[in-house]
């Protein structure tokens, strides 16, 4: 083995590592630290740089980045949330990280419902959701800040990690590993 196969094996075993620490932190305490997300996506990072994969990282970093701060702006995630994304997609580079991503958000939609079911506000849950997307589609739009913050939050480090788990399933044994066909 070389040095990129290498690295892009220590990469996935901390990128596992890092969504279900932070999984678990964020089901018990509602956050994310800072220890561990900000070193796991330097060291991402610096292992990308070290087999000359940086440029690529770079713009997928500046791609994420850009979308998550309109969540963030708007509350739709909290800080360590944004972080662990930035982690997910340092270490997961392309396509795992993107993917890991999205399929973590498909995994956090039923989340979201299935708790607004619990608390008895899927009315109010589907109207703030769909406030979020109205200040996103319009740019001139307001919306009183106050609807949309008394918002429930899930735990979307939870979402991520399942995410990151069909993420690798679907490298695995989706159409282009070959198994399907």
Same mark, same amino acid.
């Given at each position: ?61 500046? $791609? ?41 958000? +498909? ?56 995410? $990151? ?10 159409? +282009? ?5």
């Amino acid at each position: 083995m070389d040095l990129a196969a290498y690295l892009g094996l220590g990469r996935l075993g901390v990128l596992v590592v890092v969504v279900l620490v932070a999984a678990l932190f964020d089901h018990r305490a509602r956050r994310v630290p800072n220890w561990l997300t900000v070193p796991a996506a330097l060291a991402g990072l610096g292992a990308h740089l070290a087999v000359g994969e940086g440029a690529r990282v770079g713009i997928l970093l500046g $791609c994420l980045a850009c979308l998550l701060a309109l969540l963030y702006r708007r509350g739709a995630i909290g800080g360590g949330d944004l972080k662990l994304c930035v982690a997910i997609m340092a270490l997961g580079g392309w396509p795992l990280g993107p993917e890991t991503i999205s399929f973590g958000f +498909a995994f956090a939609v039923p989340m979201v419902l299935w708790d607004a079911l619990r608390a008895r506000d899927l009315g109010g849950t589907l109207k703030r959701a769909g406030k979020l997307l109205w200040l996103e589609a319009v740019p001139t739009a307001t919306v009183d800040p106050a609807l949309v913050e008394r918002g429930r939050r899930i735990p979307f480090a939870v979402a991520l990690a399942l995410g $990151c788990l069909g993420a690798l399933a679907w490298e695995r044994f989706g159409p +282009a590993s070959g198994l399907g066909g």
